[in-house]
């Protein structure tokens, strides 16, 4: 436990200063579970219950790392031919000239240049490939093709050929409030807030994990899809999850992205993950705070979890998350 105190008082710290009224920390190394750490209330209300093993965090837009393997799934399977393909092949409804050249690489590298206006009309920001943005269209518009690509949304796909096999039970779309699911603070002044969705198809942030499951997700990619005595998830569509798909840029300082998640290549300064990281690390994180960490080259998984919109460090908040990674990665160096 001595081992890892520098890093729950850290997340302890952050806890306090972003007014999460909970915080929970999952570490797994060598494929055996190191820690589990647990604090606060499921609300910011008096007398709300505290967290346990069993409380289950809305994990936000973390839930692209699962939008991801769904997406390797249809790259392994043929259905999707290669990311280099034009999105004008895939999305006949959306103005051709307005995608012009973007590929479904672009789109799931946050490389697109698309953006969606506040009356709901998609325009360009940037040409594909030359920047990188963080937007929730490419989100939307992978997550359609998915459902066109299968008949199938892509939580029903990961229900039948993962969260089943893997035995997973704290991992879904929830559509209805239960004893088990965290509230999300929004305004520390306010009482926080049920973030349950009216669809369980992936099209809203209504995903919550556990502590534990969250941690075992990233656990199943480290470990190449295999758990649990047998193989879950072909090796192989783990691999084209977590590679670099990112297409050259000029700017070096630009983050290098798998299939949504982040992945360690040369450290980039707009990266969420710290420069102390080896190579090859991969993350993924969400507005409501919860965060996966997975080295392979430490043979680590760290998961922590938060509930509080907004992460903290405001418009540095990338600060924080790199010192977090970096915190993860000094400890295991040695």
Sequence with gaps: MKK????????????????????ALFIMKDNEVVLEHYSGTYSNIKNSSPITATSQFNVASARKSYLGLAIAYALYEGKIKSLDDYAVDYFEECDKTLLGKTTLRHLVTHSHGLHMSDSGIMYREFEPGEEWAYRGINVEMMTQLIYKLYNKSFPELLKERVFIPAGFTETAWQTTDHEDLVKV??????????KI???????????????????YWGHLHLNKGYMNGKQIVPEEVIEIATQIHSPYYKNTNLPQNGLFWFVQNAPALQSEIGERVPKGSYQILGITGPTILVIPEYNVVVAK???????????NYLQYLREFSNLVADMFAY
């Design 4 to 23: 890892y105190e520098q890093l729950i008082s850290w997340v302890e710290n952050i806890k306090e200063r972003n007014h999460s009224s909970s915080a």
């Design 185 to 194: 603070v929004i305004n520390p002044n306010e009482e926080a807030v049920s």
């Design 197 to 215: 969705g009216v669809s369980d198809d992936g099209t809203e942030s209504n995903l919550f994990v556990s502590a534990k499951e969250f941690a």
């Design 305 to 315: 979890m938060y509930n509080k919109r907004y992460n903290y460090g405001g418009d």
